[in-house]
């Protein structure tokens, strides 16, 4: 499966971005799908996940109340609405898949993830 993630850009702090992410030759319905980021001379993060049968989310405690992923079966595309956004957000964002239903515990690992799409730069001004 090949993941493309769109959407970033430059927003002030508390402002709002949504990124998406869409898949091409498999259905998001298959993956678990995650959204990862990293910063420079950081380690990747997780940000948050939705899990493929029965479509349950998890999230980092940094983005818990703040962010919401979210999946569009019709367009197969997995969404991270992204509100309140602070500085600390600022980062390139990767969407990812597993092939497989991924535990609380496990879902948050980017190890369990085969599939990479390319980042999308977010920026928070302050």
């Known amino acids: 499966v090949q993941l493309q993630a769109f959407g970033g850009g430059l927003v002030q702090a508390g402002g709002s971005l949504r990124l998406s992410c869409s898949a091409s030759g498999r259905t998001f319905s298959d993956y678990t799908t995650g959204w990862f980021r990293q910063v420079p001379g950081k380690e990747r993060e997780f940000v948050a996940g939705?899990?493929?049968?029965?479509?349950?989310?998890n999230y980092a405690v940094s983005v818990k109340g703040r962010f919401t992923i979210s999946r569009d079966r019709a367009k197969n595309t997995v969404y991270l609405q992204m509100n309140s956004l602070k500085g600390e957000d600022t980062a390139v964002y990767h969407c990812?898949?597993?092939?497989?239903?991924?535990?609380?515990?496990?879902?948050?690992?980017?190890?369990?993830?085969?599939?990479w799409g390319q980042g999308t730069q977010v920026t928070v001004s302050s």
């Open positions: 939705i899990r493929r049968a029965d479509a349950m989310t």
């Open positions: 990812a898949a597993a092939p497989r239903g991924l535990i609380q515990s496990t879902i948050s690992s980017a190890n369990e993830y085969d599939y």
